[in-house]
């Protein structure tokens, strides 16, 4: 029998897969028995294009090799994509057409859009240079909300509990804090710009060389920060509410399963509304440290 609190176990239920998790019943649809729904794969058995492995066990267990496989969290992150796209045009047609908007759904997207451009991005960046990048925040937010709110419904996921998803969320967010930097400083004066200005004898002026390495060093793990955070608050959630309900499946063959039972779905219940204020906390920490960083780059010390 399987241990339902092994760790390897409970991390198979929040990782990537080339499957989705549903009840027996409908796993039997694609002709199994054993609640897994598979993805249809263009390529039978992909060869791996890129294999990497950097010596140290828990990050090479993270990093798949690239190949053409099609996960669940692809599935889900192009779900996310295509629900915000057909929500804002037609947002965006209303707006154009009728000019103020009607509507409790309406008026909450509005809403979550101002609110980022008037309280995350203007602040962040400054109001003169904060409306060239707040369509970028806009698509950020709402992309990472999606993928996050797609985590609460059951036998999906949550893409941004992947490192591959908020890697490159963040791989995007530093390609636009250096490019816009550059843009703004030239490509030059934004890496001179990373060394505060100091007045130092010239017998000390070599430490500029370190602070620079310091600072160079500083872009590059806020930004490793900026996926590994939420990459853990959204895993790291997922995996209470599977052990929550693994409490059920430990006691399903004893009595015990009667008192365990509802123990453990007002627990996952009770977590699962945390979990709604974590998703879109967590969408705004992304999107306001994204906006700080643009901001330092174009507004440097």
């Given at each position: 029998m399987a241990d339902h609190f092994d760790s390897a176990h409970l991390i198979g239920h929040v990782k990537d897969a080339t499957h989705f998790e549903v009840p027996r019943a409908l796993g039997g649809l694609d002709g199994r028995p054993d609640g897994y729904l598979d993805i249809p794969q263009l390529v039978e058995h992909p060869e791996p294009i890129i294999s990497l492995q950097t010596g140290f066990a828990p990050i090479d267990e993270m990093i798949e090799p690239l190949d053409l496989k099609v996960t669940k969290f692809m599935v889900l992150e192009v779900v996310a994509a295509v629900v915000a796209i057909a929500l804002f045009t037609m947002l965006a047609q209303r707006i154009s057409k009728v000019g103020a908007i009607k509507g409790r759904l309406w008026n909450l997207l509005e809403t979550m859009l101002v609110f980022i451009r008037d309280e995350v991005a203007r602040?962040?960046?400054?109001?003169?240079?904060?409306?060239?990048?707040?369509?970028?925040?806009?698509?950020?937010?709402?992309?990472?909300?999606?993928?996050?709110?797609?985590?609460?419904?059951?036998?999906?996921?949550?893409?941004?509990?992947?490192?591959?998803?908020?890697?490159?969320?963040?791989?995007?967010?530093?390609?636009?804090?250096?490019?816009?930097?550059?843009?703004?400083?030239?490509?030059?004066?934004?890496?001179?710009?990373?060394?505060?200005?100091?007045?130092?004898?010239?017998?000390?002026?070599?430490?500029?060389?370190?602070?620079?390495?310091?600072?160079?060093?500083?872009?590059?793990?806020?930004?490793?920060?900026?996926?590994?955070?939420?990459?853990?608050?959204?895993?790291?959630?997922?995996?209470?509410?599977?052990?929550?309900?693994?409490?059920?499946?430990?006691?399903?063959?004893?009595?015990?399963?009667?008192?365990?039972?509802?123990?453990?779905?007002?627990?996952?219940?009770?977590?699962?509304?945390?979990?709604?204020?974590?998703?879109f906390l967590q969408a705004y920490i992304f999107t306001f440290l994204a906006a700080l960083f643009i901001g330092s780059a174009v507004h440097p010390h």
């Open positions: 602040p962040a960046i400054g109001k003169h240079d904060a409306d060239r990048f707040v369509p970028f925040l806009w698509t950020v937010f709402i992309f990472v909300l999606g993928c996050n709110l797609l985590g609460m419904v059951p036998w999906l996921g949550s893409p941004t509990g992947a490192l591959a998803t908020t890697g490159a969320m963040a791989l995007i967010t530093f390609v636009t804090v250096v490019g816009s930097g550059m843009k703004k400083l030239g490509p030059i004066g934004f890496w001179i710009a990373q060394v505060p200005h100091m007045e130092l004898p010239a017998v000390m002026a070599p430490m500029k060389f370190g602070i620079f390495l310091i600072e160079v060093l500083a872009l590059f793990i806020k930004h490793f920060v900026l996926a590994v955070r939420l990459l853990a608050n959204m895993m790291a959630g997922h995996l209470v509410l599977a052990v929550l309900i693994a409490f059920i499946a430990a006691a399903w063959n004893s009595w015990a399963v009667y008192v365990v039972s509802p123990a453990s779905i007002l627990g996952a219940t009770a977590f699962s509304l945390l979990e709604l204020f974590v998703a």
